[in-house]
């Protein structure tokens, strides 16, 4: 990572982080991090993203997959997937750092009509690579332009639609612009991901996924799986228990509670999924994890 770049990282991050370690920016879909020690894990259905690590390390758990990278390194993500995360490397003397930009597919389209970036394959939705020149340096002018409220409004488009030419240009480009392209098996699938996340608590039929991403429910089925790893129905469950244990840790819902509020009609079937997903009952993950917490 280039030099320049942590310490106005470090300077943003600790001066704006809430108590959650997140800085946020008025700059579209981007964001600092910043954690002065070792996290839990966090489970979540990721949304496009690259995640630039400025100092520390972390782990993502993707499927069968483990990524381990640290200072230098960038994460992508090219597709809503389930993962599981962890900063593996933090302290109060060396906190870690990171820039996340989220991935705008209608940028991404206009971009794609103005290079030549060939539509390619997807390959693995979740990528580690060393962090290109190119990107470290749009990304510090971006957190320089901070520094400067009044420009912000003027430039802040233009930057970000840099980083993701950049992006684009390197060597992930032909798997981002998948993603702007309307009419490509990721971009009909992200329709039905969109419908299931916004109506996650209800009931959501195959046939309606299936009208929202202009496929039929076979296809739909086999194209949603090779994009997110999952299928329509365990994608919202997943959905619904990473909210129930949301909704315990931050809100004190009662296990009953956020089970029913997710869309769960039997506690006992909560109970066992929520013990499938996370390793423990719904009381269990959530006194223990409050414990370690307070033993930080």
Known sequence: ???????????????????????????????V???????????????PLV???VQGTKRVMMGART???????????TADVPTISQITGASLV??????????????????????????????????????EPEVSATALRMLELLDRPTAVPVLKRQLVREMHYWLMA??????IRNLGVSDSRSRQVSKAVALIRSEFARPLRIERLAEAAAMSPSTLHEHFKAVTSLSPLQFQK?????????????????ASDAAYAVGYESVPQFTREYGRMFGASPVRDVK?????????
């Open 1 to 31: 990572m280039s030099t320049p770049l942590l310490p106005v990282v470090r300077r943003y991050a600790d001066f704006y982080a809430d108590a959650q370690g997140v800085a946020a920016t008025p700059l579209p879909g981007f964001t």
């Open 33 to 47: 991090l910043r954690a002065t020690s070792p996290s839990e894990l966090l489970y979540a259905i990721s949304r």
């Open 51 to 53: 995640a630039i690590v």
């Open 67 to 77: 990524f381990d990278f640290g200072a230098g390194d960038s994460l992508l993500i």
């Open 94 to 131: 060396e906190p870690y750092y990171s820039l996340v930009l989220d991935l705008d597919p209608s940028l991404i389209q206009e971009l794609a009509v103005e290079m030549s970036v060939a539509e390619g394959d997807r390959g693995t939705p979740v990528r580690v690579d060393p962090t």
């Open 170 to 175: 390197g060597r992930h480009g032909p798997a």
């Open 238 to 254: 997943q959905l619904r228990l990473i909210e129930a244990r949301r909704m315990m840790m931050s809100e004190n819902a009662g």
């Open 288 to 296: 223990g994890t409050r414990a370690k917490i307070r033993a930080v």
